[in-house]
């Protein structure tokens, strides 16, 4: 009785831990949402490759700023820094060319859809090279996140056109990130994720910003002209959203996995579509809010959530019972 006793209390504890880091995920998520909104302002004023190399390089110092206070910094052993290296080319720089060349190449439905199948490839990855299983709850909740995002990207009326190259570079943008997602989790044992980030982070700036120079040679001048308010928005981006935002996602990568941690991506449209409603005061349809019902259930059923709270009913059953 009392080594059951104390199984469920481990369990109880491990839930709430669990919850936590669902709670963190959630917060993440809102700010990337807005995040898409201020990389709009931002594109729309700045060449986008060297601007996003200045403001990844800028999370990167942030990230290794909290990490010295936090007393993590350390050096990378040769396995952990071809890792890194690997995870970079990936989650940096993969994702964030071929998204930004992708999104100038199709439509705003197109791209949303093809952005939503993130959370199907990581989780197909994660079976493949992670050996997670999956279940008919978490396959359901990923079947319905993507539903909402096609509710809330469709919603324009344009709908999908044929596929274009865009198409293409913005499905190379997910796979890469979802690779990343992968990567992250096969070295999270040995290696802090947090500490991964800011790596990852460092290194793609600057392979980024060699790229930009090449194809942006007026890409710095470019910047010479922003308004406070404009940089205001580069540095919320840069330290909230993808320093605070990456380390969080990572950390949550190392702990639950890839492919669950992966579900709560499909959050992004509805912030990102509130962040229109309250900066541009753009306006919500009723199929946007019906989206997000289906992201919502989604994410409950995706996550695992759903059979974590049916795992707890049934053990305090169990518990009522002895």
């Not at 919603?155 to 499905?171: K, P, Q, R, T």
């Not at 205001?232 to 950390?251: Q, V």
Request: glycine share 10%; net charge positive.
């Amino acid at each position: 009785m009392n080594e059951f006793i104390k199984y469920t209390g481990w369990k109880s504890e491990a839930m709430v831990k669990k919850q936590q880091i669902y709670f963190i995920l959630f917060c993440v998520m809102i700010g990337w949402g807005f995040n898409v909104i201020a990389t709009k302002v931002l594109v729309a004023n700045f060449m986008p490759v060297t601007m996003t190399a200045l403001r990844i390089f800028t999370a990167a110092v942030s990230v290794f700023v909290i990490l010295l206070l936090m007393k993590k910094v350390r050096k990378l052993t040769r396995r952990e820094f071809v890792y890194v290296l690997i995870g970079a080319l990936f989650n940096v720089v993969g994702h964030h060319y071929f998204l930004s060349n992708g999104l100038a190449h199709t439509s705003a439905s197109n791209g949303g859809l093809i952005l939503g199948t993130g959370p199907i490839l990581t989780t197909v990855l994660a079976i493949l090279f992670l050996g997670d299983k999956v279940t008919w709850p978490r396959i359901i909740g990923v079947l319905l996140g993507i539903s909402g995002v096609a509710f809330i990207v469709l919603e324009g009326g344009g709908g999908v056109s044929s596929i274009s190259l865009g198409d293409v570079y913005v499905f190379l943008a997910i796979l890469s990130q979802a690779i990343s997602f992968i990567i992250i989790k096969r070295v999270s044992g040995t290696l802090d994720p947090r500490l991964m980030t800011g790596y990852m982070l460092l290194i793609g700036s600057v392979i980024l910003f060699v790229i930009s120079q090449i194809i942006e040679p007026n890409g710095l001048a470019s910047m010479a002209h922003g308004s406070p308010l404009l940089w205001a928005a580069f540095f919320s981006s840069a330290i909230i959203a993808t320093a605070l935002g990456h380390m969080m996602y990572n950390d949550a990568v190392g702990k639950i996995g890839a492919a669950e941690a992966s579900i709560f991506i499909n959050l992004n449209p509805f912030f990102a579509l509130i962040g229109a409603v309250v900066f541009l005061g753009e306006k919500i349809a009723a199929t946007q809010m019906i989206g997000f019902i289906f992201i919502l259930f989604g994410v409950l059923l995706g996550s695992g959530a759903f059979e974590d709270l049916l795992r707890t009913k049934r053990k305090k059953e169990i518990s009522a019972k002895i």
